[in-house]
């Protein structure tokens, strides 16, 4: 019944909207009418009737048949053009007809043939039942069969990746570790997993995490995934030389085409720029500021998800300062503006690209890595984002 009430409002609204217009015109069209020349006609002939009789001069007589005929011409004219008139307001009202009566019988009879008028309501069962492409139903309806049966793994594991993708970073790393206890290890849970916790740190390559990509290398040697992010864990950890070669072998087993190929070399590329890369003493890279050492990662697996960015956050702002000393540190200027994007601080990020620009100018080899960088962030210097 709403359903109907609904249609005959907006067929009511639709129709004045129509209506407005054609009824306006109407009103401006004006009826001729032919009987005002006989009125002239009767003024002129009583007009002769009164000069003859010496009620009226001469001058004023005739004065007064010019006004007279002047009116009379123009009631002539009105009469020649009423049959073009009328045809145009019959016209007008074969208009309003036809939005009043013709176009609602026209969608009514186009509804009954083509829609569903029987089909009632859809409950929120209903829907849950036959979700579509609805990714929310598709969620909702999955979480109510976990509900009812948790050690459903194949359940868990449809659902980890959905819920890494719509943002849920938490629910994703519990149901990737579910899958997993439920289903055994597979590359792609232990990958899935491994990228959930890593988001949850906001980049730091934690322990747990290394131990989840180490078993998928287990299953499934030379897996891409899991060697980028442990060679990433070595460079976080300012084991520069050892994370060069695992880039290195990373590229040399890659297709030529493959997707993750210019991120792996903007990483080879960064280590080669640094002079400390190659040094043995890799403790004191380790200790550099804004580097977040062995120890660092493995207190950051300790700590509540808020104490984590804080630890982070903390880490950031410290290699910003040391970067305004001496802000001839490509490499921290890339880690900088990487660090700010990962914590969701786009304006921070942006003017770290700046700085780090006004560093490295972007016609040089630098620069171009900044710049390439900025555009896998999505990111502009703060001045043109304005």
């Not at 000393?325 to 003017?351: C, H, I, T």
Request: hydrophobic share 45%; net charge negative; glycine share 6%.
């Amino acid at each position: 019944m709403l359903f109907w009430i609904l249609v005959a409002i907006l067929t009511a609204a639709v129709a004045v909207v129509l209506l407005l217009p054609l009824l306006r015109a109407n009103a401006r069209a004006e009826a001729p009418r032919s009987h005002d020349v006989e009125v002239y006609r009767d003024q002129l002939d009583e007009l002769t009737r009164d000069e003859k009789a010496g009620l009226i001069s001469g001058d004023d007589a005739e004065f007064a048949r010019a006004e007279v005929a002047r009116r009379l011409l123009a009631a002539s004219d009105a009469v020649k053009t009423s049959k073009s008139q009328s045809g145009s307001v019959r016209a007008n009202r074969l208009a309003q007809l036809c939005v009043i009566i013709v176009l609602p019988a026209l969608g009514l009879c186009l509804y009954l043939t083509t829609g569903s008028p029987d089909v009632p309501d859809a409950p929120l069962s209903a829907r849950l039942a036959n979700p579509g492409d609805d990714a929310n139903i598709l969620i909702a309806q999955a979480e109510q069969k976990l509900a009812k049966n948790p050690e459903d793994g194949a359940g868990w594991e449809l659902l980890a990746p959905i819920y890494y993708r719509t943002g849920r970073i938490e629910d994703a790393a519990v149901a990737f570790d579910r899958a997993i206890r439920l289903l055994g290890p597979s590359p792609a849970r232990l990958g899935g997993y491994a990228e959930s916790l890593i988001a949850l740190s906001g980049g730091l390559i934690t322990t747990e995490a290394q131990t989840a990509l180490q078993k998928s290398l287990v299953l499934e040697p030379n897996d891409p995934r899991a060697e980028f992010y442990l060679a990433l864990a070595l460079k976080q950890e300012g084991k520069k030389a050892e994370a060069l070669a695992a880039f290195n072998k990373l590229v040399a087993q890659s297709p030529k085409d493959a997707p993750w190929l210019p991120l792996v070399n903007d990483h080879i590329a960064s280590l080669k720029n640094d002079p400390t890369t190659a040094d043995a003493g890799t403790k004191a890279n380790e200790a550099a500021p804004g580097n977040p050492t062995s120890d660092d990662i493995a207190a950051a697996e300790t700590m509540s998800t808020g104490d984590r960015r804080a630890m982070i956050q903390g880490m950031v702002d410290s290699l910003s300062g040391k970067l305004k000393e001496n802000p001839a540190n490509f490499e921290g200027w890339m880690r900088l503006v990487r660090s700010y994007a990962v914590l969701d601080q786009k304006d921070k990020a942006a003017d770290a690209l700046k700085q780090g620009l006004a560093a490295f100018p972007a016609s040089g080899p630098e620069g171009k890595q900044l710049l390439a960088l900025a555009g896998e962030l999505g990111l502009k210097p703060l001045e043109e984002s304005r």
